[in-house]
Structures are given as C-alpha cells and as structure tokens.
C-alpha cells in the first residue's frame, strides 16, 4: 500500500504508522487522514502485527491538527467539515489491537485529540500538549471533549479547552493524559518496548478487553457525529473565520466583533 503522507514500518509486530508531514508540524489534510484511516485497518486486521504506533516525522511535532492552509470554511477533503474525523477517530478506537501514541513534540489541538483516543500515550521530556481551538474559530464537539473529560476529569478538561494552555509531558503523566513520560533519546526505544510487551499476550484478550473499555464511551460517537454538524455550521461564520485569518496573517484574532 503506497503513501503520500505516511511512513508504514512493521517492527518486530509493532506497526508504526508515521505522518510525514514535519515542515507543517504533521498538521493532517484529507489526504492524511483518509491515509491514516487504511493504515491503521491494514495493521488493525493483520494477523503478524500485536500493537498499532502512531507517530509524527522529526522532532517538533507528533501532530498539530488540520492543516489551516487547507481550511477555508472546509477542509480540503471529504467528511462533514472537509475532514473525515468521525472516521479516523473511529478506526483507532475500533481495530482489535492497541494503538500507541509516541509523542515526541507537539501535540496540539487535533493532534491532542488522537493522543487521547488512543489506547496508550507515551511521550518524551520535550512534548507539549494543549488545545488551541476557541484560540483559532474551531472546538472538538467529540471525543475531544466528552473523551478527554473521562482521561482528565471534568475540571481539568475544561481549563484545557477554556484556557488553552500549554503542558509538559510530565504534566500530562500527572493528569492522566499520558502513561509515561521518558526522555527524548530514549522514547523509541520504549514505544517498542510496550509495543512488544502487547505482542506477547493474547491479541483475543486485548481485543476483548479494548471492545469492553470502548463500550463505556461507545454513546460518545453520537455526540460527535451531532457535533461535527455544528462545528460544520460555525465554520460557515466570520467569527469562526477570524481565527484562521487571523493565523494567517499572524495576529491576533478578534472574534468578538464577529458575533451577532
């Protein structure tokens, strides 16, 4: 299966899945996430691979959400809002196997997002987490917020998407937003480790126990499909579209003229 904006490697049973994007900080387009999506069902599905990484190019950023060049009311692919996250957040979630996010950099906005789906979130003494979306015209209505509230607690939750405010990988360990947190050269090393630490147990009883801890939050699909129609909704309005001119020309935004 070839990639445009992916690295696919199979480890030792681990399967890294890399976005390639790291002179935009691995912000996704469509392109990326519609990749993301096959990648994560060819290794979800493969019978040789025990654990799913997920990963960012180079050493600034594991992911910084969608890429606002390509956002201009929509985003530049399929889905509600241009994007398929109903899809990609679903894919991790649904594969029968573990999905590690390495984190080595940023993980900002809808990069925080996929590090909270996922399964397990290991990250190095350089990562930064945070959400910048009531920063920039945007919000996760989803598992962004309802997921992230189970992760971190309501109130931490809240002064994440209210503040936006930025934390040390130390910081998302002690909150509950990551499991371990190791320093920048040894964090590859320790990804795989876990990853081959899954490989040796039974992949029906991590699969099992993956369906069992999904069932909790499984309602929390609902609530993203209703709310990526809303977000769908405000990105239609000048004040959502402040946020990224504002971006763009590298100011700051000011959204409250926009509201009617």
Known sequence: MDFEDLLYEVRNGVAWIMINRPEKMNAFRGRTCDELIKALYKAGYDREIGAIVLAGAGERAFCTGGDQSEHDGQYDGRGTIGLPMEELHAAIRDVPKP?????QGYAIGGGNVLATICDLTICSDKAVFGQVGPKMGSVDPGYGTAYLARAVGEKKAREIWYLCRRYSGAEAVEMGLANICVPQDELDAEVQKWGEEICERSPTAIAIAKRSFNMDTAHQAGIAGMGMYALKLYYDT????EGVNAFLE???????????
């Open 250 to 260: 590298k100011r700051k935004p000011d959204f409250r003229k926009h509201v009617k």
């Open 238 to 241: 000048d004040e959502s579209r």
């Open 99 to 103: 999905v590690i996010a390495r984190v």
